[in-house]
Each structure stands twice: as structure tokens, then as C-alpha cells.
């Protein structure tokens, strides 16, 4: 089992923003097995706030000296109630009393697959460790993770602030996470449900030629239409889009399907499909200093170069899925180049 020091965040190089604060870290975590109340309650007993029950599928803690964290079951369907529609459909009226019976039961199902996720508020990287007790509380109180059952498609987000909010760093850092992707899933040992079902799709492999050739040079529009023509989703393990919003939002808007949910803000999206959250040897921070390996790779322009020539040389094994060979020749390269 790790210890304490295990558990701590490592900080990246470039630890401030544009402004000279420290950049932030927002987390979600998907869980099973800790309902949403009692999930709320961990939450006060760690870091203080209020409760409150917004519905049976959407509870939050507020007034934290980070800010409000979001406790749900994920689900739009539940959570905006649209199923009351098709009900009606089929001749259902539903009084308040029976809405809320149903509420209550659809929650207490919807648990046994659909995930709940804690949201937690943006974190100064500085202070990040601080959510390693609410990993840990959670685990004591028995959440399960996504190896606990088949149909447990459970993944953990982070969203990293980048330090400079610019076309530049965003190529740097979609380029770098691309070259260093097999490694990574490698890494986190992805668990096969999360690989056959459709929540998180590799992005299509003559986009990452594209982005990983040294000669790829656009500016803003250019990266962002390039990225809009071969991932027209969200659904991608490193999700652009709230950092294009936050650089040119009326220009993506006007590209994307009317009602579009995107938050504009100036972080990546990086979806890991694996949370762990009952395994002894699980951390957030292990999982963060795999991240930690882009940060280093998108800062250094030279190594990426080599990296990105070597790919392109390449014949992958596998057009989908995980090439272990490349993955392999990137743990020799980080060991020859690591002091």
C-alpha cells in the first residue's frame, strides 16, 4: 500500500498562469457504492461548506474556501428529468408524490451502473494533495471503482489551467499528449470496459500524424477547424473545446450544433478512463504525474520534434486501441533522457 509521501502532488515546472497565480486543478471522479448524501457528507467533514439536495440526482457543497463541490448521477436524462416526457408519451400524469417516489427509485438503480461524480471546484496545484482525503474517504466508505464490475465504466478528469492561454500552448500541449497517449494508457492499465464502450474515442489516426508532423504549424482558427473537422465530439480523451471556447468562443460557437454544452475556460480536459477508487494502490497523485510527463514534453519543442519524426516513421501495430511497441520505445526514450 502507498504511503503518505506517495500521495503527495508533484508540481509542475511552469506552476503560474499568465497573471503570476498559481494555475489550478479541477478533478471529477466517478464512483459507485457511496450515495449521493452521504458523498456530500465526506465532502463537509473534509473541507466544511453547506448541503445542498438540488434533487434526488443532483446534490452540491457549498461555500467551501475552494468553492462549491457538484455531487450527481451522471446521467442528462435523469437529471433533467426529460424521461417524465416520454412517460406522458405514453399517457403517464404524475403528481408530485409519485415524481418524487420515482426520483427516488430511478436514483437508487441508476447507482448500480450509471456513475456518480463528484465535481470538485478548481484547486490551486499548490493544494491538490488535499483531495487525496476525499479519495481516501471515499474508499474507506466503499466506493467501487471501475474494476469492481464489468458494467462499471468509471473514469477520473482532470483539468489542468494552462499557463499560458494561447494557440501556441494549446498545439504544445494536444502535440505532446498525442506522441506520449500509448504510454499513457499503458501506464493506467485501461480497463477493458472503458475500451469497448463509447464514453471516451481515440482520436482518429490521421489526425495524429497530422499533429504530431514538426511542419504542422497553423495559427488558432486553423488548429481549431483542423480539430473540429476530425473530432466532431467531445468524446476524446483529451477534450479541446473549453479551451478553444475560452480562446475564441464566437468563432467555435458558430461551428458547433446549436445547444452545445462547452464551458469556456482556459484548462485542458483530460479524460482518464480508469478511476480505481477502491484499489490500496490507486492515488490521484499517481495518476497526476503521468499528466505531469506532458507538461514536461509540451515544454520542451526540441524533444517533441524527435518524438514526432519517430512517429511518423513508424508503422503502428494497431490503428486503434494501444500500439505497446511505441509505447515501449517511449519508456527506453524517458529512461535514456530522464537525468
Partial sequence: MRDQQDEQFPLPEHLTNERGEVRRLGVELEFAGVELGQAARIIMGLYGGTHYADSHFEHRVAGTRWGDFVIEIDAAMLKDRTYI??????GFELDQEWQLRL???????????????????????????????????????????????????????????VPRADGGTALAYLRAYLLLEDWLKVRSRIDFARQVVPFINDFPEAYVRQVVDPDYRP??????????????????PLDMLPLFAHLDG??????????????????????LPNCAIDEPDWTLAEEWRGWLAVEQLAHDPQAMEELGRRYLAQHRETLTGVDERWAHELSLWQNATTP
Fill in 85 to 90: 416526457e416520454y412517460l406522458k408519451k405514453l
Fill in 103 to 161: 426520483d427516488d427509485i430511478l436514483a437508487r438503480i441508476a447507482g448500480t451502473v450509471v456513475p456518480h461524480e463528484i465535481a470538485c471546484p478548481p484547486v490551486p496545484m499548490t493544494e491538490a494533495g488535499e483531495l487525496e482525503k476525499l479519495r481516501r474517504a471515499l474508499s474507506e466508505h466503499s466506493a467501487l471503482g471501475t474494476r469492481a464490475s464489468p458494467l462499471y465504466a468509471f473514469g477520473l478528469h482532470l483539468n489542468p489551467e
Fill in 219 to 236: 495559427g488558432l482558427r486553423q488548429l481549431m477547424r483542423d480539430y473540429l473537422d476530425a473530432n466532431p465530439t467531445r468524446n476524446r
Fill in 250 to 271: 464566437d468563432w467555435l460557437f458558430r461551428q458547433l450544433p446549436p445547444n452545445t454544452l462547452v464551458r469556456p475556460r482556459p484548462t485542458l480536459h483530460y479524460r
